[in-house]
T-cell receptor
Framework: SQQGEEDPQALSIQEGENATMNCSYKTSINNLQWYRQNSGRGLVHLILIRSNEREKHSGRLRVTLDTSKKSSSLLITASRAADTASYFCATVLSSGSARQLTFGSGTQLTVLP | DAGVIQSPRHEVTEMGQEVTLRCKPI?????LFWYRQTMMRGLELLIYFNNNVPIDDSGMPEDRFSAKMPNASFSTLKIQPSEPRDSAVYFCASSSPTAYNEQFFGPGTRLTVL
C-alpha cells in the first residue's frame, strides 16, 4: 500500500483562486516533499518540509505539516493556468534510507483561464 | 546543464521481446533511481543505486527485471521477456551527494508491450 494518499484526487478551480491539496501518510517520517508533474513529463521537486517544521513557504507555495495527524497540505495561492498539473507528496521515512522516497497517489489540479 | 536523459522516449514491443531502457544521470549526482508509473499503482520505486552500487531492489517486480549501473554516468533497466502488464512509463531520477533529498527526474520512457 502507498505511504501517502492525497485528496482530493482531482481539483478544478478558476485562475486567481487558491488551491489546497492534502496528503496523509502512515508511518513516522524524516521529511515530506511535494512534486509537480506536467502531462507527459517527469516530476519536478517543489518544496521540502522536515519533520520538525510546521510550515514552509516558497513563492506562491505554502506547505504545512502536522506530524500528530500525519498529514500535510500544499496551498498554491493566486493560481495560474500554468499550474495545471498533477501534484504528489513524497515521504522519506524515519526508519528507512534517507534517499528513498515513497510517493502518494497524486492530485490532478486543473486551473481554468 | 542537461538534466537526466532517458532513451528511448517511447518503446513499442511485442510480448516476449527484450526491452532495454537507458538513463544518464546528472553529472556529479551519485544516487540513481528507477521508477514505474501506472494508473493503477501510481509511482513505484523499482531500484536505486548509490555510488553505482544497488542499494534496494525490493521494488523490482520479478526476475524478468534487472538493472545495472556500470559507471557513474549510465544505467540500464532491462525486461526480459516483456509482458503486456509491463506497459507503463518508466522514470529515472538522480540526486546529488549534498542535496540528496531532492530528486531530479528524467522525461520518462513510455513502454507499450503488445
Amino acid at each position: 500500500s502507498q505511504q501517502g494518499e492525497e485528496d482530493p484526487q482531482a481539483l478544478s478551480i478558476q485562475e486567481g483562486e487558491n488551491a489546497t491539496m492534502n496528503c496523509s501518510y502512515k508511518t513516522s517520517i524524516n521529511n515530506l516533499q511535494w512534486y509537480r508533474q506536467n502531462s507527459g513529463r517527469g516530476l519536478v521537486h517543489l518544496i521540502l518540509i522536515r519533520s520538525n517544521e510546521r510550515e514552509k513557504h516558497s513563492g506562491r507555495l505554502r506547505v504545512t505539516l502536522d506530524t500528530s495527524k500525519k498529514s500535510s497540505s500544499l496551498l498554491i495561492t493566486a493560481s495560474r493556468a500554468a499550474d495545471t498539473a498533477s501534484y504528489f507528496c513524497a515521504t522519506v521515512l524515519s526508519s528507512g534510507s534517507a534517499r528513498q522516497l515513497t510517493f502518494g497517489s497524486g492530485t490532478q489540479l486543473t486551473v481554468l483561464p | 546543464d542537461a538534466g537526466v536523459i532517458q532513451s528511448p522516449r517511447h518503446e513499442v514491443t511485442e510480448m516476449g521481446q527484450e526491452v532495454t531502457l537507458r538513463c544518464k544521470p546528472i553529472s556529479g549526482h551519485n544516487s540513481l533511481f528507477w521508477y514505474r508509473q501506472t494508473m493503477m499503482r501510481g509511482l513505484e520505486l523499482l531500484i536505486y543505486f548509490n555510488n553505482n552500487v544497488p542499494i534496494d531492489d525490493s521494488g523490482m517486480p520479478e526476475d524478468r527485471f534487472s538493472a545495472k549501473m556500470p559507471n557513474a554516468s549510465f544505467s540500464t533497466l532491462k525486461i526480459q521477456p516483456s509482458e503486456p502488464r509491463d506497459s507503463a512509463v518508466y522514470f529515472c531520477a538522480s540526486s546529488s551527494p549534498t542535496a540528496y533529498n531532492e530528486q531530479f527526474f528524467g522525461p520518462g520512457t513510455r513502454l507499450t508491450v503488445l
